[in-house]
C-alpha cells in the first residue's frame, strides 16, 4: 500500500495550493479518503473527508469555504484544492484511507488504515 502526498511549498498568504495524493496496493474506490494535517507541536488534525464515490463530503471548520477535497477514482488519487491561505495553515498535511463513513470517528487520526508521508505546507509572507 502507497499514499504518496505532493504540491506543497511556500506560499504567500492569500495564495492557493493543490496537494495530490496518488495510491496504490488497495482498491481506492471502497475507501473513504481524507486529508489531515500537523503543525509543530500540536496533535494531528482533521481537514476534510470525502465519501468512496466523492458525493459527500465534510469539513473541519477552520478550512470550510477556502478547500476543497475531490477524488478521481479512475487515477486513485484524491486532491486538496487550497485558497485563501493563513499562517495558521502552515503544517505537513497527510492524506490518509479509511472503509467507513462515520462521522465521529472520521474526524480521529487513530480510526484510519493507511497513511501516506505528508508534504509540508508553509504560509508566510
Known amino acids: 500500500v502507497q499514499l504518496v502526498e505532493s504540491g506543497g511549498g511556500l506560499v504567500q498568504p492569500g495564495g492557493s495550493l493543490r496537494l495530490s495524493c496518488a495510491t496504490s496496493?488497495?482498491?481506492?474506490?471502497?475507501?473513504?479518503m481524507s486529508w489531515f494535517r500537523q503543525a509543530p507541536g500540536k496533535e494531528r488534525e482533521f481537514v476534510t473527508a470525502?465519501?468512496?464515490?466523492?458525493?459527500?463530503?465534510h469539513y473541519a471548520d477552520s478550512v470550510k469555504g477556502r478547500f476543497t477535497i475531490s477524488r478521481d477514482n479512475a487515477k486513485n488519487t484524491v486532491y486538496l484544492q487550497m485558497n485563501s491561505l493563513e499562517p495558521e495553515d502552515t503544517a505537513v498535511y497527510y492524506c490518509?484511507?479509511?472503509?467507513?463513513?462515520?462521522?465521529?470517528?472520521?474526524?480521529?487520526?487513530?480510526?484510519?488504515?493507511?497513511w501516506g508521508q505528508g508534504t509540508q505546507v508553509t504560509v508566510s509572507s
Open positions: 490518509a484511507a479509511r472503509t467507513l463513513w462515520t462521522l465521529n470517528r472520521l474526524i480521529s487520526f487513530r480510526e484510519y488504515n493507511y
Open positions: 496496493g488497495f482498491t481506492f474506490s471502497r475507501y473513504v
Open positions: 470525502i465519501t468512496w464515490s466523492g458525493g459527500t463530503t
